[in-house]
């Protein structure tokens, strides 16, 4: 059994800054792969940004150049850097993690989900 914590969100004017940070618990060795969703009212569930094993990441067009995604190995946490903040970031953003647990079994797991509002 693993949870993830999410946190970070919160309301922050346009062109500010936010961290989010998601950390793993449980029955976790490491984390093999990781990602940022995000999902806007109206809109469908969309990647913001992903990061392998490998070090490899990926972003949404839209968050590039603007958002980071890292990871704290010792801390099985990993985090989005959230710059330059646009009103249309709004959303509730939710972390995704496949993990390989004590165990050797690979899973994917879903953070609760944390509000991120930008005010114009």
């Known amino acids: 059994q693993v949870q993830l914590v999410e946190s970070g969100g919160g309301l922050v004017q346009a062109g500010g800054s936010l961290r989010l940070s998601c950390a793993a618990s449980g029955s976790i060795f490491i984390i093999v792969r990781m990602g940022w969703y995000r999902q806007a009212p109206g809109k469908q569930r969309e990647l913001v940004a992903g990061l392998t094993s490998g070090g490899d990441t990926n972003y949404a067009d839209s968050v590039k150049g603007r958002f980071t995604i890292s990871r704290d190995n010792a801390k099985n946490t990993m985090y989005l850097q959230m710059n330059s903040l646009k009103p249309e970031d709004t959303a509730v953003y939710y972390c995704?993690?496949?993990?390989?647990?004590?165990?050797?079994?690979?899973?994917?797991?879903w953070g609760q989900g944390t509000q991120v509002t930008v005010s114009s």
């Open positions: 995704n993690v496949e993990v390989f647990t004590i165990a050797h079994v690979l899973s994917d797991y």
